[in-house]
Antibody, heavy 121, light 110 residues
Framework: EVQLVESGGGLVQPGRSLRLSCAAS????????MHWVRQAPGKGLEWVSG????????GYADSVKGRFTISRDNAKNSLYLQMNSLRAEDTALYFC??????????????WGQGTTVTVSS | QSVLTQPPSASGTPGQGVTISCSGS????????VYWYQQLPGTAPKLLIY???QRPAGVPDRFSGSKSGTSASLAISGLRSEDEADYYC???????????FGGGTKLTVL
């Protein structure tokens, strides 16, 4: 069974850092692009960042560029999101998502259940 | 303000059909594939349509997608109560170099 399990969320003060992890199983992790997508309470979906299979292509939303860093460890079947200089507006449920097919990076075919990040003093 | 524009709400009665629109621009829908997601209350999103009109395995053929120019649509036929959910369109945006989502459409099955 294909599965994505996020962890690392929590309550953090503005300006501090947090590192999210996503453990993947049930598929050949290093074949697929991966993404982080977030959803603020009561709001819609917002793409945060994406990374291709070998980390050779990485992208960020303007709202997090320069503050967040996506990475992956194919040997550990894991995806990460390092979040620095956190702001109140970063408060959201953060989902890890896998591309549906190898040749299409942007269709997110499998999603984790998410991990909640709350930025507050 | 989302880059892709969707109506905030839509509704229909069981058995009816409904269409949800998604409007973009030449830098996103006009030049890239469109994706549609369904998010049931309290759950993670689910991919319904990829590459404009393709259905992943397990998605009923009651769901169909289309694209014309800088707009796209999701059509749902034979509405069921379990279709009540939020629906989002998405596409890659060449100008922003990122994935953009619509603001979402809340579908109510009356």
């Amino acid at each position: 069974e294909v599965q994505l399990v996020e962890s690392g969320g929590g309550l953090v003060q503005p300006g501090r850092s947090l590192r999210l992890s996503c453990a993947a199983s049930g598929f050949t992790f290093d074949d697929y692009a991966m993404h982080w997508v977030r959803q603020a309470p009561g709001k819609g979906l917002e793409w945060v960042s994406g990374i291709n299979w070998n980390s050779g292509s990485i992208g960020y939303a303007d709202s997090v560029k320069g503050r967040f860093t996506i990475s992956r460890d194919n040997a550990k079947n894991s995806l990460y999101l390092q979040m620095n200089s956190l702001r109140a507006e970063d408060t959201a449920l953060y989902f890890c998502a896998k591309a549906l097919i190898v040749v299409d990076h942007y269709g997110m075919g499998v999603w984790g259940q998410g991990t909640t990040v709350t930025v507050s003093s | 303000q989302s880059v892709l524009t969707q109506p905030p709400s839509a509704s229909g009665t069981p058995g009816q059909g409904v269409t949800i629109s998604c409007s973009g621009s030449s830098s996103n829908i006009g030049s890239n594939f469109v994706y549609w997601y369904q998010q049931l209350p309290g759950t993670a999103p689910k991919l319904l349509i990829y590459r404009n009109n393709q259905r992943p395995a397990g998605v009923p053929d009651r769901f169909s997608g289309s694209k014309s120019g800088t707009s796209a649509s999701l059509a749902i036929s034979g509405l069921r109560s379990e279709d009540e959910a939020d629906y989002y369109c998405a596409a890659w945006d060449d100008s922003l170099s990122g994935v953009v989502f619509g603001g979402g459409t809340k579908l109510t099955v009356l």
